[in-house]
């Protein structure tokens, strides 16, 4: 099933028309395209929420998670970060929610007249009662196509309120349309110059940029063999990192479950991230072991304090993992999904998340 719902912006945006020949759009499967695979995870959790979302790098930049394609015929290659503004430079002034992690992608020329962004997702072996909620703004117009399957057409432009932007808003939980692994999220965008689905116009002599914004995220449960189980920042289910305020320390969680009990962990063992940070916090009598029922299940999960820039946590990263040994001598590995903020938006030069 397929729902929808849309949210306006305020804003007017003047245009000049050059026509010119674009790809032809419609319904239909995707064209071949080589995805990297990534590799399963070690302990992922059961219950798997992922943010997805465009703009993943510095303005101005590329995006390392969605390619583009302006012509028929093309490869695709890195999204280019910028658009959603009126300024020469297609800048990186948010189109939608300016409390979403994403930014604006283009092309990277500002004379393409249509395009197709695509990313990708991954669910795990055994997947079940999957969701995909996905807010999407596109200028001028753009399809969506979910697995190569047409999901819907949006326009820039209300219908009934000529000017006022629109953000449209889907929860697809269709089961039918997933696959187990590499899934592909597809958007055709088309500058058509009038805010509205049709023929494309090239804009090379107009500061109106093509651009798309999407940010969102897919859930999914999992029945798997035992794993163990953390939850980094517990509580969030983005778990972004600040690579701002990387000299404070980042929470983790190993949770005990129905086959794992977390107590049994010798938490002097345990390292987390890249770089294999080890519990920040100590008293006179050693490393700090802190135990705590995290997700109020009634059984006593282990907490550890990492610090940010002792984790080698990079900005891009999209995983962190943790390991260690049991007081029995069992070794383990577990993971979970992360977000990186970069504190090089606000003025750095660094495009690492260190301190």
């Not at 099933?1 to 499967?29: K, Y």
């Not at 979302?53 to 910028?82: H, M």
């Not at 991954?122 to 807010?135: K, N, Q, R, W, Y």
């Not at 000299?247 to 005990?256: C, K």
Request: aromatic content about 10%.
């Amino acid at each position: 099933m397929i729902r929808r719902g849309v949210l306006f912006i305020n804003l007017v945006i003047s245009v000049s028309i050059i026509l010119i020949a674009g790809c032809e759009n419609g319904t239909g499967l995707v064209d071949t395209v080589e995805i990297p695979v990534t590799e399963d995870l070690p302990g992922s959790v059961l219950i798997d929420t992922v943010s997805i979302f465009s703009g993943n790098g510095v303005c101005g930049g590329i995006d390392s998670l969605v390619s583009v394609r302006a012509a028929c015929g093309q490869a695709f290659i890195s999204a280019l970060i910028g658009g959603g503004s009126d300024s020469v430079s297609c800048s990186c002034e948010k189109a939608g929610d300016p409390d979403s992690p994403s930014l604006a992608i283009t092309t990277h020329s500002r004379e393409d007249s249509t395009a197709e962004f695509l990313t990708y997702f991954e669910l795990p072996a055994g997947f079940t009662d999957v969701h995909l909620i996905l807010s999407v703004i596109a200028d001028d117009a753009a399809q969506i196509f979910l697995n190569g399957i047409f999901i819907d057409q949006i326009d820039l432009y209300s219908p009934s309120e000529p000017g006022v932007r629109e953000i449209w808003e889907f929860d697809i939980d269709d089961e039918d349309l997933f696959a187990e692994g590499i899934n592909t999220l597809l958007f055709k965008v088309m500058n058509t110059g009038t805010g509205y689905y049709g023929v494309p116009a090239a804009r090379a002599d107009s500061s109106d940029c093509m651009y798309l914004e999407f940010w969102g995220v897919y859930t999914s449960h999992v029945e798997d063999s035992c794993h163990v189980v953390i939850d980094i920042k517990p509580g969030s289910d983005r778990n972004p990192v600040n690579c701002k305020k990387m000299n404070g320390v980042i929470p983790v969680a190993i949770l005990s479950t129905g086959c794992f009990d977390a107590t049994e962990v010798n938490h002097t063992t345990v390292k987390f991230g890249p770089l294999g940070a080890s519990e920040e916090h100590f008293n006179k009598y050693g490393m700090k072991r802190h135990e705590e029922d995290v997700d109020l299940d009634g059984d006593i999960d282990l907490v550890f304090h990492f610090r940010g820039y002792k984790t080698g946590i990079a900005y891009g990263d999209t995983i962190a993992t943790l390991s260690g040994w049991t007081y029995g001598g069992v070794y383990f590995e577990a993971s979970d999904r992360i977000i990186t903020v970069p504190w090089h938006l606000d003025g750095g030069d660094s495009t690492w998340c260190d301190k």
